[in-house]
């Protein structure tokens, strides 16, 4: 009985080595993994930072534009208003031109 007892107890040993060896394997890829999951979220980190910078950019641009724009259509009105008032004074040279004219053919006769 004895020998039968030691023999029961050394094969449990030996599954109990396999299990523990079983466990270190399952630990070491779950570390492995571990490490992969974070070198893979420290990738992410830095392409959500890169990609934060560029739509940083593209706002900044877009708003340098519509700057950009805002000061074209003010310069576009103050061109309008200047070409109505460089017309406006035409209109009175000519005036002023017949005017004399006018009174110039008087004095003349």
Do not use: F, P, Y
């Amino acid at each position: 009985r004895r020998g039968t007892s030691v023999q029961v107890a050394l094969q449990q040993v030996e599954v109990l080595e396999m299990q523990l060896e079983r466990a270190r394997m399952d630990a070491t890829i779950d570390a492995a993994r571990s490490g992969q999951v974070a070198r893979e979220a420290a990738a992410k980190t830095v392409l959500v930072a890169r990609l934060e910078r560029k739509i940083q950019s593209l706002e900044d641009r877009l708003e340098e534009n519509a700057s950009l724009e805002a000061a074209s259509v003010s310069a576009s009105r103050r061109c309008v208003v200047a070409e109505e008032a460089l017309a406006a004074l035409e209109r009175k040279v000519e005036t002023l031109t017949e005017e004399v004219g006018h009174k110039a053919s008087g004095l003349s006769q």
